[in-house]
């Protein structure tokens, strides 16, 4: 069975020997990831060189403070996977400054606040009803609480960013800082025109690209580092890396970010994680990462495509990115239901706001199934599949032998893979 020697294989050999309950879960997760559509927008099939990386002994190593400069021994090894993944990052996105130990996208955001504002600070963020994040100001977060946040929206008929609206919420409110990302916006930011409106009105920028990261660095979307004071990202969406986050930003603030994250939100750096990172950023420097990024978006917009001509309403008519938002309205469900009829065939996608903001939407990703091999054709597959099962065309066992049949084709992982 084996085609080639898999570290990662043999880390689960291991845990099934000692431990089946939990190799059972890993198992089954990895069934259920290879068996379904994976069309949640943030997620991804990491290679099996990064997983290799998160499952190893640096795990083990505790390494806080920044390379050369630990307050822990022992560090000199680490170091050099901090340094590679540093390195990388700033070569990848042409940053002065990269900060690779955040824990995730919202601890790389709490941090950029912390570098930036002090609590009571009013931030201008695109307003949760329209696709903000967590960290934009929800109530129920560190940042809706200890922050006056301010929301912009998008037009409720074309569902693009009212800049008109920003500008002027810039101006009246004076925020200290304005962010611009989302987790459901299909088009590209204007990032010249954000940076002119904090400039106008003395704000910082901060670009919050946890989505679209992965294609900035394929090349398939414009990069905000030339005009954000600071970038936060994931490196596990369209980047394909391990689950985390990362800080970019111009060497004025390289000191401020770092200190924001170390001591000041975190304690020690997740050091398997960071080789992780090195890793995918290793990868996403590559032609192959290009042509992926590109194919991300191509498949998009032939799903968003096949959407509308099967009677959703697409969010913008269609995409720039990986991401399609659409409302089945039309076809007489609800969101919610909709997606429910889906996850039951094997379709697995998240709700998410809508333009006008009273009813969910679906968002669909075309990043996991990029990584796969799909490509057009099979895009096409998804959305008739997609919009029978909602429509209840088909049932969801003969939905499910479709899915399986899909998937069959382009299994995410090498066969050597423990299955
Ligand atoms: C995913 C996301 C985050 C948070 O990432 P986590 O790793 O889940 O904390 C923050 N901001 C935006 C816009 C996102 O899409």
């Given at each position: 069975m084996s085609v080639m020697p898999s570290p990662t294989a043999d880390v689960a050999e291991v845990l099934r020997g000692q431990d089946p309950q939990v190799a059972d879960v890993l198992l089954g997760e990895l069934t259920r990831q290879s068996t379904?559509?994976?069309?949640?927008?943030a997620e991804n099939f990491t290679s099996p060189a990064v997983l290799a990386a998160l499952g190893?002994?640096?795990?083990?190593k505790y390494a806080e403070g920044y390379p050369g400069a630990r307050?822990?021994?022992?560090?000199e090894i680490v170091d050099a996977a901090e340094r590679l993944a540093v390195d990388r990052a700033k070569a990848l996105f042409g940053a002065e400054h990269a900060n690779v130990?955040?824990?995730?996208g919202s601890s790389a955001v709490l941090a950029a606040y912390a570098a930036l504002l002090r609590p009571g600070d009013t931030v201008l963020a695109l307003g949760l009803p329209y696709?903000?994040?967590?960290?934009?100001?929800?109530?129920?977060?560190f940042s809706g609480r200890w922050f006056d946040f301010v929301g912009y929206g998008v037009d409720a008929?074309?569902?693009?960013?009212d800049h008109d609206q920003v500008r002027a919420l810039a101006r009246t409110r004076r925020p200290k800082a304005i962010v611009c990302g989302s987790i459901a916006y299909p088009r590209h930011f204007d990032h010249a025109f954000f940076r002119e409106v904090a400039d106008e009105v003395g704000a910082y920028l901060i670009a919050d690209?946890?989505?679209p990261i992965g294609l900035v660095a394929g090349g398939a979307a414009p990069s905000p580092v030339p005009y954000a004071d600071i970038v936060c990202a994931t490196?596990?969406?369209?980047?394909?890396?391990?689950r985390g986050g990362m800080i970019l930003c111009g060497s004025e603030l390289a000191e401020r970010v770092d200190r924001a994250v170390f001591p000041f939100t975190q304690g020690g750096a997740q050091m398997h994680t960071i080789a992780a990172k090195a890793v995918a950023f290793g990868e996403a420097a590559t032609e192959d990462f290009r042509v992926y990024a590109r194919q991300v978006v191509a498949n998009a917009r032939v799903l968003a495509a096949g959407l509308a001509d099967r009677g959703l309403a697409v969010t913008t008519g269609?995409?720039?990115?990986h991401l399609v938002t659409a409302d089945?309205?039309?076809?007489?469900?609800d969101g919610r239901t909709a997606r429910g009829r889906l996850a039951a065939a094997g379709l697995v996608l998240d709700c998410c706001p809508l333009p006008h903001g009273d009813a969910r939407g679906l968002r669909l990703g075309t990043a996991a199934v990029t990584t796969q091999g799909m490509r057009e054709a099979e895009m096409a597959r998804i959305a008739a599949l997609l919009a029978a099962v909602v429509r209840e065309e088909t049932d969801a066992v003969a939905a499910r032998a479709e899915v399986r049949e899909l998937t069959r084709g382009f299994p995410p992982y090498p066969a050597s893979y423990p299955s």
């Open positions: 379904t559509l994976q069309l949640n927008a190893s002994p640096l795990a083990n307050h822990h021994g022992g560090c130990q955040a824990h995730s696709g903000g994040h967590l960290t934009h100001g929800s109530p129920a977060n008929e074309t569902g693009l960013i690209a946890a989505h490196t596990h969406k369209v980047l394909r890396g391990p269609g995409t720039d990115t089945p309205a039309p076809l007489g469900v």
